[in-house]
């Protein structure tokens, strides 16, 4: 495995070294992972991304001042699904504010993330906004805010992680468009109830597209740094307050990684956002972000390898929030 450190801001190579070992402990992670025999399957419901190589297996981690480790295929480009969720909902939080809670709960589902079972029960209403129907609320609200909701995130992207080629894989975005009859069927109940407040064709787009955009596993430990400086960008301007990321995070903690949440929290103890696509990020507070990749997914749709690799690393390192 490769690895490196990479400044991602001309400040950071003034950064006061903590004394840590992060390659090392990135590396140690990765080994602990792969000595479990389990492996997952890559997912297939969405054909362009049964494609994935699903030997693939990288992580990286970024520290608060921008310095950057990673190993293994950390800069192979992914497709980041529902990952990007948790820069949707920053962005329409940051644009509109708590109004967008009036369209989608906080609370963890208990379903798969294409469940349609509790939406008509609770009269349009999303659970939370990682579910696939909370995702597309929030897309529409963001399309709704920046007349560009992919525009929005890509932006947010390329800045945070210092990276102009992350862009949107328009064959992954044209694949889930073809087979996403449950997000249609989702995105057409809702609006059945006013709950969306755009063209459902026109928030389908854009859901599929910022879905399917490729980031790496550096890419993804840069931008997550937001939540770990408590919502200030890579620029130092001010994203969110620190009671706004605070919650973002909580969210992530309850929420973000689907009905398998509460074994997150136990096996791993931080923030995290999940994709079928393989990637995990998790927020460590004050400290960093890291990113895994590994296709192979486990029935909740959570990344086998990647969530074997954070469990090794918080363990070894006590950097849960617990």
């Known amino acids: ?42 997912a297939d419901y969405i054909p362009a991304l ?38 949707t909902l920053a962005l329409a939080l940051a644009e509109g504010g708590d109004g967008l809670w009036s369209g989608v709960g906080r609370e ?51 800045a945070e992680s210092g990276d102009p080629a992350v862009a949107v894989d328009r064959a992954v975005a044209a694949s889930e468009a073809e087979h996403g009859h449950r997000s249609a069927a989702m995105a057409h109940f809702m609006a059945s109830y006013g709950n969306l407040r755009n063209p459902v064709e026109d ?25 770990a400086r408590h919502g200030v960008r890579a620029d130092g301007s001010r994203l969110l307050s620190r009671s706004e990321a605070k919650r973002i995070n909580a969210v992530l ?10 074994e997150f929290a136990y096996r791993v103890g931080l923030p995290g956002k999940s994709g079928v696509g393989g990637g995990v990020l998790a927020v460590l507070p004050g400290r960093g972000a890291v990113c895994t990749w590994s ?3 486990d029935a909740a749709g959570n990344s086998v390898l990647g969530v074997a690799a954070l469990d090794a690393l ?9």
């Open 50 to 87: 049964a494609e994935a190589d699903p030997s693939a297996f990288g992580m990286a981690i970024a520290t608060v001042d921008g310095r950057v480790f990673g190993a293994g295929d950390w800069r192979q480009p992914f497709s980041v699904q529902s990952v990007s969720k948790l820069f």
């Open 1 to 42: 495995m490769n690895d490196t450190n990479t400044p991602n801001t001309p400040n950071s190579t003034d950064a006061v070294d903590d004394g840590i070992d992060y390659r090392a402990l990135v590396h140690d992670a990765m080994a602990a992972a792969v000595r479990s025999p389990l492996r997952g399957r890559v």
């Open 108 to 158: 963890p589902s208990g379903n798969p993330f294409n469940s349609l079972v509790q939406l008509e029960s609770e009269h349009g209403i999303p659970r939370n906004p990682f579910i696939n129907a909370g995702a597309l609320v929030v897309t529409d609200r963001l399309l709704e805010l920046t007349g560009d909701a992919v525009g929005a995130v890509l932006d947010f992207l390329r």
């Open 203 to 227: 928030v389908l787009a854009h859901y599929y597209a910022h879905c399917a955009i490729e980031v790496s596993c550096r890419d993804l430990a840069l931008a997550g740094l937001f939540l």
């Open 253 to 262: 903690l309850t929420c973000g990684t689907y009905d398998a949440a509460g």
């Open 295 to 297: 296709p192979g997914l």
């Open 314 to 322: 918080t363990t070894a390192t006590g950097w849960s929030v617990f």
